[in-house]
């Protein structure tokens, strides 16, 4: 059932249209993006509730190289209090990524993440092993105000290591905010 709800997000983020909100945006979406600042910061929240509790925070910085193509970087924190076999954990990395904008409002996004993991293990000793990622999926931009926008993304871990903690087709969703983007 989850990889079906998954595959239907990341569908329904491929083929729905953004819809414009005034005349002005309409005659933009018809349109290439506006000319866009080089340089963009923001950064994400992350909340999970699959294998126990998960709550973090990624700040991103990145370029645009061209009106539709950037590059970025991030890094970030989190905090995990997992289900089974109990415990929690402080968890970092970094990555890097790249967003291709589809129209104004759409983008595909894809992403290489290494995080340092601490993992839970049997009696009271826990290990921490380096686990690296790669996700891929899309997301919607909302502008709020000036150079501000608001943005959701949906990722799914296509490379599923051994220690990776999303399940095959488990949706990554992220909520964030940006400056320039």
Do not use: C, K
Not at 41 to 49: A, K, T, V
Not at 86 to 102: E, P, Q
Not at 106 to 126: D, F, K, M, V
Request: no cysteine.
């Amino acid at each position: 059932m989850n990889r079906v709800l998954a595959a239907a997000a990341l569908a329904a983020l491929l083929v729905i249209p953004a819809a414009p909100v005034s005349a002005q945006d309409a005659q933009q979406d018809t349109a290439a993006p506006p000319p866009a600042r080089p340089v963009f910061y923001g950064g994400s929240i992350i909340l999970g509730f699959s294998g126990g509790f998960r709550i973090g925070a990624f700040p991103m910085v990145g370029i645009q190289l061209t009106p539709r193509l950037a590059v970025g970087t991030q890094a970030g924190v989190e905090y995990v209090n997992y289900e089974d076999p109990g415990g929690d954990a402080i968890n970092y990395g970094g990555a890097l990524f790249t967003r291709f904008r589809v129209n104004p409002r759409l983008y595909l996004h894809g992403e290489g993440q290494y995080l340092s993991y601490e993992l839970p293990a049997i009696g009271n000793t826990t290990d921490r092993e380096w686990v690296p990622f790669v996700l891929l999926g899309g997301g919607l931009v909302q502008p709020l105000s000036g150079r501000s926008s608001a943005y959701v993304e949906v990722l799914f871990d296509v490379l599923q290591h051994d220690d990776s903690p999303y399940d095959d087709w488990e949706p990554v969703v992220r909520v964030g905010v940006a400056v320039g983007y």
